[in-house]
Structure formats: C-alpha cells, structure tokens
C-alpha cells in the first residue's frame, strides 16, 4: 500500500501557495513533495450519512508522488488542528509535461465504509443508542468503526426496529429519525472512525463565536461576511398532524359462516387469508372438520376443500374438492387469519392550538409509509418522531467567514458536529445553533474561507 499523504495548510511558500505535501516520517512542516494547489482545495464536513469530503489539486513536479488504492490521507492546519481524514477513492491524472503531472484527489472519510455494509436484524425493545451502538459494532464482518462516543442506554426505549438487508449508514439515518421524539437526532464519524450518535444539546460547544460585531474582536471571534448572511426561518416541512401506514400484522381469528343449497359449490371468502403467516384456514360442513389445501390451477384437488385466489378478481374463494355440494340448509363455516395494517395518527395539539386561527385550523397533515412498522406501538412511535421533527421551525443560517490564514485564532479547531455561537445585531439574533456543514475552500497564498450551514 502506498504511504499515507499528510497535507499540511500554512506551511511555507510554495510555488502554486502555502500547502504542502509531508512526508510521514518528517516533523510537521517539512515539505519534502509538491505543493497543493491551495484555489482547489474543497473540504465538506458535513453531519448525516453523507459523511464528509475533500477534493484537492496536487502539483506533482517530479513524478514523484505515489497514490494507491484507497491510500489514507490526512489534511491539516499549521497549528495541527485537522480538517479532514479519511481515504482517496478516486485519482485523476493530467500530464501537461514529461516532468510534471496533476493529481487531483476525491477523498472521503470513514462513512464509506458504513455506506457499503448491509445490516440485516430485528429490535425490540431497545434503547435507541444500544440500537445504533449494535449496528456498527457488531457489524458482521467487523466494519471498523468504534462507538465511544455513543453511550449505551440513551434515548427512548424503541418497541420494535427491524433492518431488513438495509445499508448501515442509511439505518442509522432512519434510527434518528425515529429517535426525534422531543429532541432531534443526528449522527456522524469522527476524525478516528468513531460513532457520534446524538442530539443537538449533546454537541460540544466549539470556542469559535461568529459575529457581525466590527473588528478589532476577542481572541475566538471572527467577523463574517454580510453579504454571505442569511437566516431563515422554515415553516414550509410544518406537520401538526401525522398518519403512518406500517406493515401488516395478523388478526384476530376470524370465523364465516355460509349456508349450502345443495348446489353452491364456491364461496368467498371476506378477506384475504394469511396462508403463509397463520395457515390454511380450518373449515367445518355441518359441525364435521375437512380436509383442506391451497388449490392451484390445473391440479387435480385431492382434499375435500380448497382455498384459492381468483385470478379474475383477485377474490379468495373457498370451493369443494373431493368433497360434494353441500346440501340445503347445511352450515359451512371457515375459520382464519387474514393480514390488518397497521395504521396511526398523532397529532400535536399544542402546535394545533397555536395555529388555530389559519383557514385549516392549524391542521398540517403528513403521511409516513414504512413496511418496517409491524406494530401499533412502532408506528405510534414513529408519529411521535415526525410531530417532533417537523410541528416546530426550522432555523437555517448560512454564513461565510472572511478569508483567514489557516490556524489563525483557533478557527482550525470548528468543525461539524459542535454547537456555535451566532450574534447578529441586525436582526437582534444571538443563539446557539448546530454546525451541520463546514465547508473550506482555499482561496489564495495560506488563506481559507469557512462556508458554515447551522441549523436549529
């Protein structure tokens, strides 16, 4: 395997900027490779099953430098603060001359390796966190990921959860959204492939503080650019009101009965039978148990009774089979099982009173279908989720920090995933509010600009 790549911010000069490559047996700043383009440097962090990213120009002068298969790779500041660590998964060459070549590298970070597991078991009764901590850490075969920062035993006590060949990154999504009962929920990996799944007033408060204040500012202070600014406040996913279509379970035994005529040889059935979860159905002419079997087209029936669907109107009808018509006057009775959705509605009465006076009362209405629902108890739970996910506002905040040389007061150390501290005189905003999204883009010489999206 090739050696892994150490991208340093803030290194020295070079000859494309101040990023350099580092060896990985020499002490932090001694650039022994070529720069990095510092104008192509893109990082994502982000919180979600996304998982971070970070795409970067190498100016290879030199044919120097070795890249291999998903090759471990590690970018920081010059105060060793880092700001992305994962693996390349994706190598582009461009040779503009025999003694230099572009490498530009997509590189991604741990969650990769939960996107490409599938994870196949059923819950019940179990905390959300012991849920989330059992996927990636028994992971069969083991997939890599710790979960020290995901205590056992938090969150509520979940009913029923079932995976069902799902990718494990995308269950873990679909469990924070479950778990968003009052608090939202939200997971990521950090730096040392460790599981973060969380709620917002767990998130570690970063000792960055953004302001429209004019500098000269306190150390930990930074000025962001206005025209980069907004604040929004978000009604348009309210539900006050949420329905959730679950899968199937079985009812109760169910007996019909019908009359003979001494003629009527078929007769239908109310509703589907559950063949395959209960059983053939058990049926009885005149007080006497029959036989009974699952007809099939073209077979000749060898039980005194069949059960079978129509093929014309999808109907399922019970018919005699080496049996007679039953006479006139004579009871035929079937008793079975046939499959009930599940089926729940929660409302959130608070955000309905508060929204009365609107033209529909203050009645938003959502619909959830999830198969995976098996349980009245599951499905009320997941109505729970959606009315806390989605009866309060969203806030969402886009703000962009003005160019600063990397390291510089600590900004190094942000990163999403912490809570951050927003002041905005203007619209007589100061609030805390969750980094969902850092995004650093390399401007010129050692200078970066931080693109944060903030949610709340």
Known sequence: MAPPLTIMLGGGAGTKGAARLVGPNSALGAAIGPAVEVDSLEIDQVVSRRGSTAKLRLIDVGNQITVGRYSPIRISDDQNNTLFKGWVALTHYEVPSP????????????TVFLMSRLHNKVYQNAYVTDIARDMVLNANPPVGITANNTPPGQGYLIPYFRISHGAIATELTRLAKLA?????????????????????????????????????LPPGWYWYDRDSFTYEVDDTQLGTQVTVRGGTYLSNPYLQTWVGNGQQTSFPLDYPPDIQGAGLPTVTVGGVSQTVAQGQQGVTPTTQWVVSQAVDSNTWVLSVGTASAPGSGV??????????????????NDQVAALTNLPNQGFFDRYVADTTLVSSPAA??????????????????????????????????????????????????????????NAIKGTHANFYRYCLDLQG
């Open 99 to 110: 003694n230099e070549r572009t490498i530009d590298l997509t590189c991604v970070d741990a």
């Open 180 to 216: 968003s009962v009052g608090l939202v929920w939200d997971w990521y990996l950090d730096w040392n492939a460790d599981l973060h799944f969380f709620y917002a007033d767990q998130a570690p408060l970063s000792a960055v503080v953004l302001t429209d204040q004019e500098p000269p």
């Open 331 to 348: 009871v035929i009775q079937a008793s079975y099982q046939f499959d009930l959705p599940v089926l729940v509605k929660a409302k959130n």
């Open 380 to 437: 009320h739970a997941r109505a729970l989720a959606e009315l806390g996910a989605y009866a309060q506002s969203y806030i969402n905040v886009h703000v962009e920090v003005q160019d600063v040389a990397t390291g510089a007061g600590g900004i190094g150390t942000l990163i999403a995933g912490q809570k951050l501290r927003l002041i905005n005189s203007q619209l007589g905003v100061d609030t805390t509010l969750l980094v969902v999204k």
